[in-house]
Each structure stands twice: as structure tokens, then as C-alpha cells.
């Protein structure tokens, strides 16, 4: 529910009635009026908005990566498709499913994750300049010997005691040939979509694995929407798996415990069944 709050916080608005295309817009146009108010007290209907808009854009793909206009026309099938074997029909169609997956997924660049990624594979972006001389959990003075615990810290002091000027990160100008901000929109949204119903089913099939990874993508829509305390959650979860804090034994533990509970009841009684004559029935 939580995540879906985010999500509806980065793409869902009242005030776009009118903007073809938006989660608002398909509201009022499927004439789902349970959808209103809070997430939290509407989870079901909005869940079931966003997954109704989710298949209508993955009919959408699936037409457009097979050439179709319309679900009139004829699927192309491969030559001799009725004697494949049911394994070789599915995997058929997944080929297809993961075309689409990296095609729109994956390869995407316009996503929330683009400012990340560029901050991680930059050593000289402007954001790792503070961090460029982290050591035992203190950033130190690039000018001095004196260390901090925290960056903010560090900038009043080198800004302060040594003049310096704090590197600016330089906003990147639009290009002509950028594509329309209606097809990010519909794309951040086919994918944020998508991230919902991977934990949505995770969770009800009790796959601890996919649920554990999902941590790594529901961060950064967390940072994003000011959640803090569910950033920290994420954050949390992903550093115990991830560093050496724990073993191997302690890590599946973790991540058992996300649906199993592994601890055992010491005192466990003996229960029986009593015939009582009076209501023809038993008490325990």
C-alpha cells in the first residue's frame, strides 16, 4: 500500500482532467468512481486502476512489437506454430514478453533511475566530490585534516574556514530531438506499474527471493516522494544482504523471515476433545 502511495504521488492528479493519456484521465473515462481519497483507504480500487491501465499498455506493446494496428488482424505465427510442442509455444511468447521488458524497461534512459545511474558511473560528478574522501564512516576536509560525520558539515566548514566554493551540478539542457513528455510520462508509468504487481505477487506467492530484490528498485521512489522511514526500511534490508555484516546462514534467515516465522513454541500442550452429553458436542 505504501509503495502505491508513492507511486500515485509521482503520477496520479486530480488537476489532470484533461491531459490525455494521464491515470486521472483513464479514471474518469473507465468511470471508476471508487478511485478518490486517500490511497490508504482505496487501495484496492486504485491497485485495480493501475493494473487495468498496466494491461492496456502491454496489449498496446505486444501489438505494436508484432506490427498489428488492431486486435482484428491476424497474430503472425511462425510456420508450423500448431506443432510446437507447449514448451516451445511459451517460450515463443516470453521471447516476445522480454523484447518488450528490455526494449521499454530496461534500455529505457528517460527514467527515475537516469540521475542515479549517472552519479554512479561518474567518479568526477559534482555529487561524489564529497564522498571521494569518505574514510571509517567520516568525510574528510579537502583542504585539512578534520573530518565529519556528516557532508553538510563539511560544506559550512570548507565554505567558512577555506573560502571554497561548493561544486555545482549543471542542470542538462533539453535536446530538440528529446521525445515528448507524455510518452516519458506513459512510460514511467508502464513501469512503476509493473514494479507494483512484481512485489504485489511476490507477496501473495510468498517469494521471499523476488520480494527482498524489489527493496532495490521501491528506494529510489521512496527518496523521491519524501518517505523516509520506508527509504531507511529499504536501505536497511538491502546493506545486511549485500555486505559482509552477516554470513550466509544469518542472510537466508533474513530473508526466510520475510514470510516464515522460524520461531518455535516451547510449550506446547497436549489438547483433547471431551464428549459432553449435555449439548451433544465437544469442548476443548
Known sequence: ???????????????????????????????????????RNQYRA?????????????CLLFLKELGLNDFEENIPFPENFQQFSQEDKIAWINEICRSLLRKHFFD???????????????????????????????????????????V??????????????TPQIKAKRKSSTEKDEVQGYCLQVFKL????????????????DRSVKSA?????????????KYAIGSIHLITLLESSILNEDQKQRLVANRFINLVK???????????????????F
Open 193 to 208: 506499474s509493473l514494479l507494483h504487481k512484481n512485489l504485489d505477487s511476490a507477496v501473495d506467492m510468498a517469494d521471499r
Open 46 to 58: 486504485y491497485k485495480l486502476l493501475y493494473y487495468t491501465v498496466l494491461d492496456a499498455m502491454c
Open 108 to 150: 529505457s534512459s528517460s527514467d527515475i533511475f537516469s540521475q542515479l545511474r549517472e552519479i554512479l558511473a561518474d567518479a568526477n560528478h559534482p555529487e561524489n566530490y564529497w564522498t571521494s574522501q569518505l574514510k571509517d564512516s567520516r568525510v574528510k576536509c579537502h583542504f585539512c585534516e578534520k573530518t565529519y560525520a556528516y
Open 216 to 228: 532495490k528498485y521501491e528506494l529510489p521512489v521512496y527518496n523521491l516522494t519524501n518517505k523516509t
Open 1 to 39: 500500500m505504501n509503495f502505491l502511495e508513492a507511486i500515485c504521488t509521482l503520477t496520479y492528479s486530480t488537476d489532470s482532467g484533461r491531459d490525455r493519456g494521464s491515470v486521472y484521465y483513464l479514471r474518469n473515462m473507465l468511470n471508476a468512481r471508487n478511485v478518490k481519497g486517500d490511497v
Open 152 to 165: 553538510g558539515s563539511l560544506k559550512v566548514h570548507e565554505e567558512k574556514i577555506h573560502n571554497a566554493v
Open 265 to 283: 513454541q516451547r510449550d506446547q500442550r497436549h489438547v483433547f476433545r471431551i464428549p459432553d452429553k449435555r449439548k451433544h458436542s465437544c469442548t
